[in-house]
């Protein structure tokens, strides 16, 4: 059986969702920034909720599906990085966009300190948290069975799935990209997926299944 800890149901998947959302903004600052940052699909879709003012500013994208649901909202997006995470995503707007104001909006828990690093290579990046992010809990008795295929779609998925559940030495992962696999502890077997989207993973989790 094959396990996604995304909240995205997906056809020929056990929907095993990790993270849990809210949001603590009820109003964004746009007042001294003129191009945005989102690193998730969840923190387009908080702001639109928030103001959909977010539209009229041009976007930074991190990650195909953050880009995918910007156009799917409206918004324009100037930028999308091959590489998306930590400091490789540093480099790229210490590269291309020094002369912006740049406003991330983010949730309150990140992998990597953006705005530190960008600080010490004298970048200003204005941050405001707009959403929370929480582990769904489970009992043991939820655990994947024997054999699971489990797709992990981030850092925050792994760490949520660690606290409520052993891994199991049948399981394989699928993991989203190559910096989750970071987090991953030491043991597990896996794969990371051709590209950084569920889908992607989804055909990843298939194909080992086939073979």
């Known amino acids: 059986m094959i396990y996604l800890l995304s909240p995205l ?4 998947t056990h929907l095993l969702p990790m993270i849990s959302f809210k949001t603590v903004a009820t109003s964004i600052d746009f007042s001294s920034s003129d191009t945005l940052i989102f690193t998730s699909k969840q923190a387009v879709v908080t702001a639109n909720k928030i103001d959909e003012k977010w539209r009229d500013y041009p976007s930074i994208a991190i990650g195909g599906a953050t880009k995918k649901k910007i156009e799917e909202l409206g918004g ?38 953006s705005k530190g690093y960008l600080e010490k290579s004298g970048i200003g990046l204005k941050e405001q948290i707009i959403y929370h992010t ?10 994947p ?16 799935f ?8 049948s399981y394989r992962a ?18 990371v997926a051709d590209t950084p989207l569920i889908d992607s993973c989804i055909a990843k989790a298939k194909e080992m299944l086939e073979g």
């Open 9 to 12: 149901k997906k056809e020929g």
């Open 76 to 113: 324009e997006v100037i930028y999308h990085p091959k590489s998306f995470y930590g400091k490789s995503l540093a480099e790229d707007i210490k590269s291309f966009f020094s002369d912006k104001n740049l406003l991330y909006l983010r949730p309150k828990e990140v992998s990597f300190d």
């Open 134 to 143: 929480s582990c769904v809990r489970y009992l043991l008795y939820e655990q």
């Open 174 to 191: 699928v993991l989203i990209g190559h910096a989750t696999k970071e987090h991953l502890p030491r043991g597990c077997r896996f794969e």
């Open 162 to 169: 660690f606290k409520n559940f052993s891994w199991d030495a």
């Open 145 to 160: 069975e024997k054999d699971a295929i489990i797709i992990f779609t981030s850092p925050s998925t792994i760490n949520c």
